[in-house]
T-cell receptor, first 115, second 111 residues
Framework: DSGVTQTPKHLITATGQRVTLRCSPR?????VYWYQQSLDQGLQFLIQ???????AKGNILERFSAQQFPDLHSELNLSSLELGDSALYFC??????????????FGPGTRLLVL | QKEVEQDPGPLSVPEGAIVSLNCTYS??????FMWYRQYSRKGPELLMY????GNKEDGRFTAQVDKSSKYISLFIRDSQPSDSATYLC???????????FGQGTTLQVKP
């Protein structure tokens, strides 16, 4: 158990809908990262937050947004869902970002299926 | 062309074999290299982390980095059925934490 929690574990929804994925980082970790894992694209970095502020952005679609709250939990919002958004969404956390390549601890993921 | 290339396998070996997993990359700015292991329906977990060319050993695992060839490897000695998983290489060039992952290689170790 990495100490990172994600809810829900599974989510089934329809095209055009909006969903929110939630992540609680390990106790003491200030950075939260979101990744998307699909069969064709592999594990791709979406976005990072550090202590409430956006720190880095990857290939995140405009339909997707995220935020990190004062208690350091994070939410990833996916809107106008398409079939191709079906994937595993992982959250990871680390203490901070002052050390390059700092260890990121991954949660168990949320499996999203868009029908 | 992807920044990081990794043969997806699957790779099947008998118990006790030496396993070699490899990744190549194109971005010379990558300075920090990791190997993650991902069991089915679980999140990735960090196995090895290196930042310089050469070898780093941890138990049955050895990570090798050749920056001049832009090539990294993970060797598993005396492989066990419990090593059956997907192995992902990852790398980064900065302290933002943005990791670039390979596609992952699925390994099966048969008893």
């Amino acid at each position: 158990d990495s100490g990172v929690t994600q809810t829900p574990k599974h989510l089934i929804t329809a095209t055009g809908q909006r969903v929110t994925l939630r992540c609680s980082p390990r106790s003491g970790d200030l950075s939260v990262y979101w990744y998307q894992q699909s069969l064709d694209q592999g594990l791709q970095f979406l976005i990072q937050y550090y202590n409430g502020e956006e720190r880095a952005k990857g290939n995140i679609l405009e339909r997707f947004s995220a935020q990190q709250f004062p208690d350091l939990h994070s939410e990833l919002n996916l809107s106008s869902l398409e079939l191709g958004d079906s994937a595993l969404y992982f959250c990871a956390s680390s203490v901070d970002t002052s050390l390059p390549g700092e260890t990121q601890y991954f949660g168990p993921g949320t499996r999203l299926l868009v029908l | 062309q992807k920044e990081v290339e990794q043969d997806p396998g699957p790779l099947s070996v008998p118990e006790g074999a030496i396993v070699s997993l490899n990744c190549t990359y194109s971005n010379s700015a990558f300075q920090y290299f990791m190997w993650y292991r991902q069991y089915s329906r679980k999140g990735p977990e960090l196995l090895m982390y290196t930042y310089s060319s050469g070898n780093k050993e941890d138990g049955r695992f050895t990570a090798q980095v050749d920056k001049s060839s832009k090539y990294i490897s993970l060797f598993i000695r005396d492989s066990q059925p419990s090593d059956s998983a997907t192995y992902l290489c990852a790398m980064t060039s900065s302290n933002t934490g943005k990791l670039i992952f390979g596609q992952g290689t699925t390994l099966q170790v048969k008893p």
